[in-house]
């Protein structure tokens, strides 16, 4: 039972990145590769505080949202002079960045050691150590997410993004201040993506520079794609299907030295068949460009 619970919160975990990826790529229409960076800044800063300065992990989740905000503002700026194929390459640069600074800055991060022996949360000096109760946490934090970035693209700001999507140009003669939107929006994306680190660092509770590869980012887009671009409820779809359905290989006594490239073909496989036979997701508004 433990074990599914967990495949259950780390799906959580994966669907609160996906709706934060969906609101830049779905609802946007901005193609970024760096998610990874804000999901591995939440996870260090978080499991940073704790470690060295005792400090609770709530206030660690705060801090790594946070500075994965800050990130965003960085990596924001490449949206606001390139478009399409080269943002890609941009936000991927620094998806490799945030790696490197991990691997290689071995005085804070220990680099490829890894940081062993992060706290769990606590309510009321009541420690989240069960996988019951750590669920119950992710499942607060996937409604609370899925309830704010709800509210965000049904608002007037949202509206702006589907213009900046549709067509950025008439967009921009409508007045609307495009670049700030466009910071605001990778802002937003990174602050959850940050949470999500936290949440993912104080239950594995060892982190090291393997969990936050560039191949990461590829991956929470297969799940917007996969899911629909431009869907909050797709994003669900998205997250819990490619997280859960390669375990069944576990179930099937798969070695895993093959189990891990196999899992890889089957991202691959089901993205082609995908793009072929509904570009747009399984419950998408968009298509994929």
């Given at each position: 039972?433990?074990?599914?619970?967990?495949i259950?919160?780390?799906?959580?975990?994966?669907?609160?990145?996906?709706?934060?990826?969906?609101?830049?790529?779905?609802?946007?229409?901005?193609?970024?590769?760096?998610h990874?960076?804000?999901?591995?800044?939440?996870?260090?800063?978080?499991?940073?505080?704790?470690?060295?300065?005792?400090?609770?992990?709530?206030?660690?989740?705060?801090?790594?949202?946070?500075?994965?905000?800050?990130?965003?503002?960085?990596?924001?700026?490449?949206?606001?002079?390139?478009?399409?194929?080269?943002?890609?390459?941009?936000?991927?640069?620094?998806?490799?960045?945030?790696?490197?600074?991990?691997?290689?800055?071995?005085?804070?991060?220990?680099?490829?050691?890894?940081?062993?022996?992060?706290?769990t949360?606590?309510?009321?000096?009541?420690?989240?150590?069960?996988?019951?109760?750590?669920?119950?946490?992710?499942?607060?934090?996937?409604f609370?997410?899925?309830?704010?970035?709800?509210?965000?693209?049904?608002?007037?700001?949202?509206?702006?993004?589907?213009?900046?999507?549709?067509?950025?140009?008439?967009?921009?003669?409508?007045?609307?201040?495009?670049?700030?939107?466009?910071?605001l929006?990778?802002?937003?994306?990174?602050?959850?993506?940050?949470?999500?680190?936290?949440?993912?660092?104080?239950?594995?509770?060892?982190?090291?520079?393997?969990?936050f590869?560039?191949?990461?980012?590829?991956?929470?887009?297969?799940?917007?794609?996969?899911?629909?671009?431009?869907?909050?409820?797709?994003?669900?779809?998205?997250?819990?299907?490619?997280?859960?359905?390669?375990?069944?290989?576990?179930?099937?006594?798969?070695?895993?030295?093959?189990?891990?490239?196999?899992?890889?073909?089957i991202?691959?496989?089901?993205?082609?068949i995908?793009?072929?036979?509904?570009?747009?997701?399984?419950?998408?508004?968009?298509?994929?460009?």
């Amino acid at each position: 039972m433990d074990y599914l619970l967990s495949i259950l919160i780390i799906a959580g975990i994966y669907i609160i990145l996906t709706m934060s990826l969906n609101l830049i790529v779905g609802y946007t229409g901005l193609l970024s590769l760096g998610h990874v960076a804000f999901f591995s800044v939440g996870a260090y800063t978080s499991s940073l505080l704790a470690l060295n300065y005792g400090l609770s992990p709530w206030i660690g989740l705060i801090v790594g949202a946070c500075f994965a905000a800050l990130l965003g503002v960085v990596v924001s700026f490449p949206a606001l002079r390139v478009k399409g194929d080269y943002l890609a390459i941009a936000t991927f640069g620094f998806a490799m960045i945030a790696y490197s600074i991990s691997n290689n800055w071995v005085s804070v991060t220990r680099g490829p050691l890894g940081l062993p022996g992060i706290p769990t949360f606590s309510i009321f000096d009541f420690y989240l150590s069960e996988t019951w109760s750590y669920l119950l946490l992710v499942i607060f934090f996937v409604f609370l997410t899925y309830f704010i970035i709800r509210r965000i693209v049904n608002s007037p700001f949202g509206r702006i993004l589907n213009g900046i999507r549709e067509d950025e140009i008439a967009t921009l003669a409508m007045g609307k201040d495009v670049n700030r939107q466009k910071i605001l929006v990778f802002v937003i994306s990174a602050f959850f993506a940050g949470i999500a680190g936290s949440l993912y660092a104080h239950y594995i509770t060892f982190i090291d520079p393997s969990s936050f590869t560039v191949m990461e980012s590829i991956i929470i887009l297969l799940m917007v794609v996969f899911g629909g671009m431009g869907s909050l409820s797709g994003s669900f779809v998205g997250a819990s299907t490619l997280v859960i359905f390669p375990e069944v290989l576990s179930f099937l006594n798969v070695p895993t030295p093959i189990a891990a490239p196999l899992r890889q073909m089957i991202y691959g496989l089901l993205l082609v068949i995908l793009m072929l036979k509904r570009p747009q997701g399984i419950l998408g508004k968009y298509k994929f460009r």
